[in-house]
């Protein structure tokens, strides 16, 4: 009864152990096994804010080019408008890249928790059936 209310507790808490905390590519992981790239997401928000700003830069340039008092060339307004739409589709392309590198980090690190935990099992199997003796506290194998 004691177990059950210690449980209930936790679970008000916001602390329930039969749920796991994290969850990389659809697996359950420890906390000690999730490295946070908050740097590399803090980069692509950088850059992709930096391309609406282009944005909004092309724009207010256009409106300027066509309301102003002094004659502009169409096609100079034009070619600037251009580069500075390639420029912001370049930022934005950064952005989305940073985004890539930390689901790749993340499935990356997913394949290295399942391969470990395939290792032990086949370790555990392999001890069970007397194929390879059984090893220390130390890693080392007793012979």
């Known amino acids: 009864m004691e177990e059950r209310n210690s449980r209930s507790a936790d679970v008000q808490h916001g602390r329930d152990e039969t749920q796991p905390a994290h969850s990389l590519a659809g697996v359950a992981v420890r ?12 980069i692509a928000i950088l850059f992709r804010g930096m391309a609406v700003l ?18 502009l060339s169409v096609g100079v307004l034009f070619a600037e408008a251009v580069r500075l739409l390639i420029f912001a589709g370049l930022l934005w ?15 990356l690190r997913a394949t290295r928790i ?23 506290g130390r890693g080392e194998r007793d012979t």
Not at 93 to 107: E, F, M, P, Q
């Open 31 to 42: 906390e000690d096994d999730v490295e946070p790239a908050k740097a590399i997401r803090f």
């Open 54 to 71: 282009m944005i909004l830069l092309t724009v207010v340039q256009i409106i300027s080019g066509v309301t102003g008092t002094v004659e």
């Open 93 to 107: 392309g950064a952005g989305d890249l940073a985004v890539l590198a930390i689901k790749s980090h993340y499935d």
């Open 114 to 136: 399942l391969a470990a935990r395939s290792e032990y099992m086949m370790r555990l199997a392999c001890v069970a059936n007397g194929v390879i003796p059984p090893q220390d």
